[in-house]
T-cell receptor
Framework: DAGVTQSPTHLIKTRGQHVTLRCSPISGHKSVSWYQQVLGQGPQFIFQ???????GRGNFPDRFSARQFPNYSSELNVNALLLGDSALYLC????????????FGQGTRLTVV | ELKVEQNPLFLSMQEGKNYTIYCNYSTTSDRLYWYRQDPGKSLESLFVLLSNGAVKQEGRLMASLDTKARLSTLHITAAVHDLSATYFC????????????FGAGTRLTVKP
């Protein structure tokens, strides 16, 4: 079975630009969460989507948005990029039931110059 | 607000030695996770601890959970070079079970 897949794996953008990151969950998983991991730190929760609805939001500015599609894949959008947005963006999928854990994709390395 | 603290943040060990990584968290939670991350890679799930007193072991790693003390430990036995990585604990938010709060990570280096 394929795990969580993210695209692209690496991306370089200029300050002020917009970026879209994509995530395909494990087959059967309906919940997708997004995390930002700045170099040398632990991941920070950005969003969680389940059944196409936002179920949780971390402490990130409105420049960050996301959505989930009918096939449960997800996009994370970031507008007006800042240098500080440079990070590894991780997507995790789960079944969204009491006793399940989240599985992480390989991440998208975003560099803002 | 849920806070998760790990210590130590950096750990250099000799092969064959034992050591423990500690993870403290600030509010009640139903679930605690340990992950491993190699440089430039994603997170690999090591353990999921669901209840007070839970203990899980895999190879040279053993994790335990004390929910009353809000403390989890990751014990390394007879370390080998292949265990060199960054280890994170993560605690599930009591408000949203898909919002995990991560510690800052422990960067472990095992030297010959």
């Amino acid at each position: 079975d394929a795990g969580v897949t993210q695209s692209p794996t690496h991306l370089i953008k200029t300050r002020g630009q917009h970026v879209t990151l994509r995530c395909s969950p494990i087959s059967g998983h309906k919940s997708v969460s997004w995390y930002q991991q700045v170099l040398g730190q632990g991941p920070q929760f950005i969003f969680q989507y389940y059944e196409k609805e936002e179920r949780g939001r971390g402490n990130f500015p409105d420049r960050f948005s996301a959505r989930q599609f009918p096939n449960y894949s997800s996009e994370l959008n970031v507008n007006a990029l800042l240098l500080g947005d440079s990070a590894l963006y991780l997507c995790a999928s789960s079944l969204f039931t009491v006793d399940t854990e989240a599985f992480f994709g390989q991440g998208t390395r975003l560099t803002v110059v | 607000e849920l806070k998760v603290e790990q210590n130590p943040l950096f750990l250099s060990m000799q092969e064959g030695k034992n050591y423990t990584i500690y993870c403290n968290y600030s509010t009640t939670s139903d679930r605690l996770y340990w992950y491993r991350q190699d440089p430039g890679k994603s997170l690999e799930s090591l353990f999921v601890l669901l209840s007070n007193g839970a203990v899980k072991q895999e190879g040279r790693l053993m994790a335990s959970l004390d929910t009353k003390a809000r403390l989890s430990t990751l014990h390394i036995t007879a370390a080998v070079h292949d265990l060199s990585a960054t280890y994170f604990c993560a605690v599930e938010s009591p408000y949203n079970n898909n919002d995990m709060r991560f510690g800052a990570g422990t960067r472990l280096t095992v030297k010959p």
